[in-house]
């Protein structure tokens, strides 16, 4: 049995110590008796492990090389840049990148990760070998795999088999593209058959949804409505809309009661699409994101994603989960004291309510019962959390070490108080 004490646990329990057992949180309170080890946690801030439910562990380190990899920052240059590259693609080459973009993500705290892998490629390279990488490094990071048709379901000339032969091979999750199908009519199709390929396999929906900044695109509206009508809402994540960022009000107003009712969840890639949006705007020149905010006030989870490390679509990223939230907040005016106190929420519980964490892997948060994972955070509470953009210290797994290191944050010497 192992304890950990003086705790400053998120979410304002009061609870200061842990106990842990067998992999699983024994006890979460005060004052919880002995323990054969206790490890002090000196007031730091604990909390859940970080989620990044939106990642392409194929695409890594793709864009790297080759000077400025996608010159206009479009998203339609790094779809066809991708296409041309991937031609060469090989399992071996898809482990070394995956595995690099893993251990960037776990060394910054992240325990789970949703990735969407494309399949439109008659080998399946890419999700061959990340099936592989789920099943192998399950005690370190839990894998949620989508079949993903980068090039369209539609659109890639046998998409659509690819898609179920993904689903049918394991992958946990069907994604998809309407944006990209040729036409608005092939767009609403591909997300027909998407939905019925979920209720088929029984499995979540995760849609690159409206990734552009046309107020017109209105994917979003017949996802959710498909949906809803199955009551499939709260298996399914649009991801990016980005367009409903740039719609009228009137028109937000009438799809926010909409999705209150389908309870369909959002991810929004902050600096992803804050780098891909707006490359067709002058000035005033749009942010790229969706309505974070108001979805969240609105009663419907959103989560905060990476998206992309060094590919085509974005040269940047480290998968350090505390500056997608940083840019996150600021970009949607997530600013208010209130907001940041609870902003943790978008790369911890959100992310892991959007993978189905708690239902479907055994559960996610620090109480009694579930897998002891959680992280410590070099700050002593949630507002100091975020405006210092606070490293993580530790990340425990099943009641171990992770990793664990040292705080950075004042090791400079110099003594200021002397002026
Ligand atoms: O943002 C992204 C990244 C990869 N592929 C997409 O379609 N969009």
Redesign the pocket.
């Known amino acids: 049995m192992k304890k950990f004490i003086n705790a400053n646990i998120y979410g304002g329990t009061g609870s200061t110590e842990i106990l842990v057992e067998g992999g699983k949180f024994k006890a979460v309170g005060k004052n919880l008796g002995d323990a054969a080890e206790v490890v002090d946690l000196e007031g730091k801030l604990v909390l859940p492990p970080y989620v990044d439910p939106h990642l ?1 562990l194929d ?1 890594i380190f793709s864009g790297l090389g080759e000077g400025n990899a996608n010159i206009s920052g479009t ?1 339609f240059e ?2 066809q840049r ?1 296409s041309d590259n991937k031609k060469a693609l090989t399992g071996e080459m898809v482990r070394e990148r995956a595995l690099e973009g893993i251990r960037k993500e776990v060394s910054h705290g992240v325990q789970y990760i949703r990735t ?1 892998v494309d399949v439109t490629d008659p080998e399946l390279t890419g999700m061959k070998a990340l099936l592989k990488l789920r099943e192998a490094l399950k005690d370190i990071v839990t894998l949620q795999l989508v079949a993903f048709p ?1 090039e369209g379901f539609f659109r890639y000339e046998g998409g659509e088999a690819l898609v179920r032969k993904a689903l049918d091979m394991g992958a946990d999750a069907v994604g998809g ?1 309407p944006h ?1 199908e040729i036409s608005y009519e092939h767009g609403v199709e591909s997300l027909k058959r998407i939905v019925d390929l979920a209720l088929e396999y029984d499995v979540m929906i995760d849609i ?1 949804c409206d ?1 552009n900044d046309d107020p017109n695109s209105r994917f979003l509206e017949v996802l959710n409505a498909l949906v809803m009508e199955k009551d499939y809402g709260e298996k399914t994540t649009a991801s ?1 809309t980005c367009s409903f960022g740039a719609v009228e009000n009137s028109y937000a107003n009438k799809m926010m009661g909409l999705f209150k009712t389908s309870k369909i969840n959002f991810v929004s ?1 902050p600096t ?2 804050a780098h ?1 949006q707006g490359r067709g705007d002058n000035y005033p020149k749009r942010r790229g994101l969706t309505r974070v905010k108001e979805l969240l006030e609105n009663g419907n989870t959103v989560a905060f994603a990476q ?2 490390i060094a ?4 040269p940047l990223g480290n998968g350090n989960m505390m500056n997608i939230l940083d840019n996150g907040i600021h970009l949607a005016h997530y600013t208010h004291i209130d907001e940041i106190n609870k902003a943790l929420d978008l790369i911890t519980v959100n992310g892991a309510k959007v993978m189905r964490i708690d239902e479907d892997y055994g559960g996610y948060g620090i109480a009694a019962g579930k897998p002891a994972n959680f992280i410590v955070l070099d700050a002593h509470d949630a507002y100091e959390a975020v405006r210092e953009r606070a490293e993580v210290l530790a990340s425990v797994r099943g009641g171990e070490y992770l990793f664990k290191r040292e705080a950075r944050r004042n090791e400079i010497e110099h003594d200021f108080s002397k002026y």
């Open positions: 392409h695409y998203l790094g779809i991708w969407h980068q593209i990209f690159h990734e990016h890639c992803e699409n891909l998206d992309s590919d085509y679509w974005y």
